[in-house]
């Protein structure tokens, strides 16, 4: 499921509040709710290790987590062709997850990757030491890698650690004038990352549709959008989903990507359920370059006011009014909850209409107002947004905004 699929126990999240404090005490006395288990090296680490201890011309390659990547970019400029290919077939994984990278060999070494961990899922569907279910999963993953090795598909992110993280780009990245980055929530990764059934309530569905609309909205304006799976969300809505320990990680992976975009592309955050979470955690670490963060069935950013956020982004919010996340309870205590409803008239988010959408995970669904008023904010229309309001107050103090479509709108 993709961040709070279905109708759940909304019990459960009270339960979990409630008892914050307990969990508090726990925590004092040494216990945690994330452990961090030692362990062989994951295939990423490898891939870096042996990054680091390359060389190339005789020369140490730079080092990828020491190295801006501005230099990096700089590094890889330097070479020739050949010696970025050989590159990205000797490190695949650390080449395709390298910021700083250019996305063209990023694209390449992920598909590299992909291959590697298509071939490793292959043998383990017939390793007899796994349990049936063992070689199911094994199977399942192999043919998700296998899809996503597609030539028409651009990979920009690729992990099959644990549960697996991914990221693909729709549109051309580098000469983009505007790119949108799609957030999801729970229960993502590699397996539902995408979906042929309720194609739109996963990160693939979400991305496509949203880089349609905005192609639709303004032809003239090159946009990218950006389905982005590069966090370790939390797996269903136990303590996890609760908590900011996961929105924390994502929030750095988060800048990391923005920070590495090529060009001087404005950028728009879509951010779905816990996703909505993980961009709340990122705002104040966010460059100028990020102009609006949207949020959609929002359980909190951790803040109780927008601008606690401390960005000079734009923040949105819509909901469903059969969205199921309105009865969370919007607080937090004792690190669980996730503060105030962006929803609220003392948040200060301009809320936005979401006619047609159904539920949950209905935002991104074709001919719904939400993802309308997405593509109008993705290529800088904003005083073409539809507001849930009748006082078009999600408009208020827009009317200098400017910007390709804009301009062609006014």
Same mark, same amino acid.
């Given at each position: 499921?993709t961040?709070?699929?279905?109708?759940?126990?909304?019990?459960?999240?009270?339960?979990?509040?409630?008892l914050?404090?307990v969990f508090?005490?726990?925590?004092a006395? #040494?216990?945690?709710a994330v452990?961090h288990?030692?362990?062989?090296?994951?295939?990423?680490?490898?891939s870096?290790s042996?990054?680091?201890?390359?060389r190339l011309?005789?020369?140490?390659l730079?080092?990828?987590n020491?190295?801006?990547?501005?230099?990096l @970019?700089r590094?890889?400029?330097?070479?020739d062709?050949?010696q970025?290919?050989?590159l990205?077939?000797?490190y695949?994984l650390?080449?395709?997850n390298?910021n700083?990278?250019?996305v063209?060999?990023? %694209?390449?070494?992920?598909h590299i990757?992909?291959?590697?961990?298509?071939?490793?899922?292959?043998?383990?569907?017939r390793d007899?030491r796994? !349990?049936p279910?063992?070689?199911?999963d094994?199977?399942?993953?192999?043919?998700r890698?296998?899809a996503l090795?597609?030539?028409?598909?651009?990979?920009l992110?690729?992990?099959p650690?644990g549960?697996g993280r $991914?990221?693909? *780009?729709?549109g051309?990245?580098?000469?983009?004038?505007? *790119?949108s980055v799609?957030v999801?929530?729970v229960d993502?990764?590699v397996l539902t990352f995408q979906r042929?059934?309720?194609e %739109?309530? @996963?990160?693939v569905?979400?991305?496509?549709?949203?880089?349609?609309?905005?192609?639709?909205?303004d032809?003239?304006?090159?946009t990218a959008v /950006?389905a982005? @799976?590069?966090y370790?969300?939390?797996? #269903?809505?136990?303590?996890?989903?609760?908590?900011? $320990?996961r929105a924390?990680?994502?929030?750095?992976?988060?800048?990391?990507l923005?920070? @590495?975009?090529p #060009?001087?592309?404005r950028v728009?955050?879509y951010?779905?359920s816990?996703?909505s979470?993980?961009?709340g955690?990122?705002?104040?670490?966010?460059?100028a370059?990020v102009s609006d /963060?949207?949020v959609a069935? !929002?359980?909190g950013m951790?803040?109780e006011?927008?601008a606690?956020?401390?960005?000079?982004?734009? $923040?949105?919010?819509?909901?469903?009014? =059969?969205?199921?996340i309105? =009865?969370?309870?919007?607080?937090?205590v004792g690190?669980?909850?996730h503060?105030? =409803?962006?929803? !609220?008239?003392?948040?200060?988010?301009? $809320?936005l209409?979401a006619?047609?959408?159904?539920?949950h995970t209905?935002y991104?669904?074709?001919?719904?107002?939400s993802?309308?008023n997405?593509?109008? /904010?993705?290529?800088?229309? %904003?005083?073409a947004?539809r507001?849930?309001?009748?006082d =078009?107050?999600c408009?208020r103090?827009?009317s200098?905004?400017?910007?390709t479509a804009?301009?062609?709108r006014?």
């Amino acid at each position: 499921m993709t961040s709070f699929d279905s109708t759940p126990q909304l019990n459960v999240w009270r339960m979990l509040l409630a008892l914050a404090v307990v969990f508090v005490m726990l925590g004092a006395t #040494g216990w945690t709710a994330v452990r961090h288990h030692r362990g062989a090296a994951t295939p990423l680490a490898a891939s870096l290790s042996a990054w680091e201890r390359g060389r190339l011309g005789g020369h140490r390659l730079p080092d990828p987590n020491r190295t801006a990547p501005a230099r990096l @970019a700089r590094f890889f400029a330097s070479l020739d062709a050949h010696q970025r290919t050989r590159l990205a077939a000797r490190y695949p994984l650390a080449v395709g997850n390298m910021n700083g990278a250019p996305v063209s060999l990023r %694209y390449r070494a992920n598909h590299i990757a992909l291959g590697q961990a298509r071939e490793a899922e292959r043998r383990r569907m017939r390793d007899g030491r796994l !349990s049936p279910a063992g070689r199911h999963d094994a199977g399942r993953r192999m043919h998700r890698y296998e899809a996503l090795m597609s030539q028409k598909r651009r990979i920009l992110a690729f992990d099959p650690t644990g549960t697996g993280r $991914v990221a693909e *780009v729709f549109g051309n990245l580098g000469p983009a004038e505007r *790119v949108s980055v799609v957030v999801p929530g729970v229960d993502t990764d590699v397996l539902t990352f995408q979906r042929t059934r309720r194609e %739109y309530t @996963a990160p693939v569905g979400m991305a496509k549709a949203l880089y349609r609309a905005e192609r639709e909205a303004d032809p003239r304006t090159r946009t990218a959008v /950006i389905a982005w @799976a590069d966090y370790t969300a939390p797996g #269903g809505l136990g303590m996890e989903a609760a908590a900011g $320990v996961r929105a924390e990680e994502g929030a750095v992976r988060l800048g990391a990507l923005v920070r @590495a975009l090529p #060009g001087r592309s404005r950028v728009a955050l879509y951010c779905h359920s816990y996703g909505s979470v993980v961009c709340g955690v990122a705002a104040r670490s966010l460059p100028a370059r990020v102009s609006d /963060i949207a949020v959609a069935g !929002s359980p909190g950013m951790r803040v109780e006011k927008a601008a606690q956020l401390r960005t000079a982004a734009r $923040v949105w919010a819509v909901r469903d009014a =059969d969205d199921w996340i309105e =009865d969370v309870p919007h607080l937090e205590v004792g690190g669980l909850g996730h503060g105030a =409803d962006p929803m !609220s008239s003392g948040f200060g988010a301009r $809320v936005l209409s979401a006619r047609g959408a159904e539920g949950h995970t209905g935002y991104f669904e074709p001919g719904t107002d939400s993802l309308r008023n997405f593509a109008e /904010i993705g290529i800088g229309a %904003y005083r073409a947004v539809r507001c849930a309001h009748e006082d =078009d107050a999600c408009r208020r103090g827009l009317s200098g905004a400017s910007g390709t479509a804009e301009a062609g709108r006014a």
